[in-house]
């Protein structure tokens, strides 16, 4: 696979830390919101999902917390490891059931 | 990468040139799509599939054609190649929208430099 040189922000942090990766979303109407994943020459891997008529939902050290006041998403990764270095994206499901990504965000782990 | 596969996973081509991407898929979903990566932009959506002989547009499809003649096949074709399609391709697959999920699923991309 193949990864492009994306020129993104990043988030560096200490393996065992937590980590928090924000995204801002842009049609108020969107009531599906994921998380992916983008290794290194890989495609992007769901990592959780949240709807609009909730504020929070975990996963396995994941969690996303959603805002719609502010249009406003977070994922939470508790206890970093190495393997999480990855670009994260957030998308959502405009109302034609198709996923709008964000631009991601690059984290870094570092021991 | 769940049953996807892309092929080629590299070309290099030259202007004006006709490319086809190829994604097959071995598990049998009704939905698939053909995204773009670009540095700045994310994915972007081309076209996507919604059944055999179903396709419609995405967001950027200027310049791309797609055929789908079987479930597990969706072909994605630049008939005149141009430097702005250099990108990274990436197919994907999902099911109908199940309860709770809406995933879909990701090939490995193919990587296309028009020079």
């Known amino acids: 696979g193949e990864s492009v040189g994306l020129h993104l922000p990043t988030l560096s942090v200490q393996e065992g830390d937590n980590s928090i990766i924000n995204c801002a979303y842009s049609n108020s109407a969107s009531d599906y919101f994921i998380w992916y994943k983008q290794e290194s020459g890989k495609g992007p891997q769901f990592i959780i999902d949240i709807r609009s008529n909730m504020d929070k939902r975990q996963g396995q050290r994941v969690t996303v917390l959603l805002n719609k006041t502010v249009k406003h998403l977070s994922l939470q990764i508790a206890a970093t490891q190495p393997g999480d270095s990855a670009v994260y994206f957030c998308?959502?499901?405009?109302?034609?059931?198709?996923?709008?990504f964000g631009t991601g965000t690059r984290l870094q782990v570092f021991p | 990468d769940a049953g996807i596969t892309q092929s080629p996973r590299h070309k290099v081509t030259e202007t004006g040139t006709p490319v086809t991407l190829r994604c097959h898929q071995t598990?049998?979903?009704?939905?698939m799509y053909w995204y773009r990566q670009d540095p700045g932009h994310g994915l972007r959506l081309i076209h996507y599939?919604?059944?055999?002989?179903?396709?419609d547009k995405g967001e950027v499809s200027d310049g791309y054609s797609v055929s789908r003649s079987k479930t597990e096949d969706f072909l994605l074709t630049l008939e005149s190649a141009t430097s702005s399609q250099t990108s990274v391709y990436f197919c994907?697959?999902?099911?109908?929208?199940?309860?709770?999920?809406?995933?879909?699923?990701f090939g490995p991309g193919t990587r296309l430099t028009v020079t």
């Open positions: 599939s919604y059944g055999v002989k179903d396709t």
């Open positions: 998308a959502e499901i405009d109302n034609t059931d198709k996923l709008i």
């Open positions: 598990e049998n979903h009704r939905y």
């Open positions: 994907a697959i999902s099911e109908t929208l199940l309860a709770g999920a809406y995933e879909q699923y």
